[in-house]
Nanobody, 124 residues
Framework: QVQLVESGGGLVQAGGSLRLSCAAS????????MGWFRQAPGKEREFVAA????????YYADSVKGRDTISRDNAKNTVYLQMNSVKPEDTAVYYC?????????????????WGQGTQVTVSS
């Protein structure tokens, strides 16, 4: 069992930056591919970014590529999402996700564990 707790969401102006954190419980954090998803009101949950177990490989959705950076610290059982040059369309609830080893292309149905989500609101 893995429990995920996100933090770092809030209100930010367009063009600004925000860093999300996701703290995981348990001693098996490094066994999981970690990712971030987001869900805007009235829309389906969509993939944002993923990182391999070692942190050596990353994968991003086209909508955030070049702006966001995913990273992880296995010693701290934490995964991060650095969001830069944010846009109003980035407004959503952001969810941390853990999945057993596999491709970095994550889909919601493949996720083994979810966090509770953290709200990110970007004002124009």
């Amino acid at each position: 069992q893995v429990q995920l707790v996100e933090s770092g969401g809030g209100l930010v102006q367009a063009g600004g930056s925000l860093r999300l954190s996701c703290a995981a419980s348990g001693r098996t954090f490094s066994m999981y591919v970690m990712g971030w998803f987001r869900q805007a009101p009235g829309k389906e949950r969509e993939f944002v970014a993923a990182i391999s177990r070692s942190g050596g490989d990353t994968y991003y959705a086209d909508s955030v590529k070049g702006r966001d950076t995913i990273s992880r610290d296995n010693a701290k059982n934490t995964v991060y999402l650095q969001m830069n040059s944010v846009k109003p369309e980035d407004t959503a609830v952001y969810y941390c996700a853990a999945r057993r080893p596999g491709l970095l292309v994550m889909v919601p149905s493949d996720v083994d564990y979810w966090g509770q989500g953290t709200q990110v609101t970007v004002s124009s």
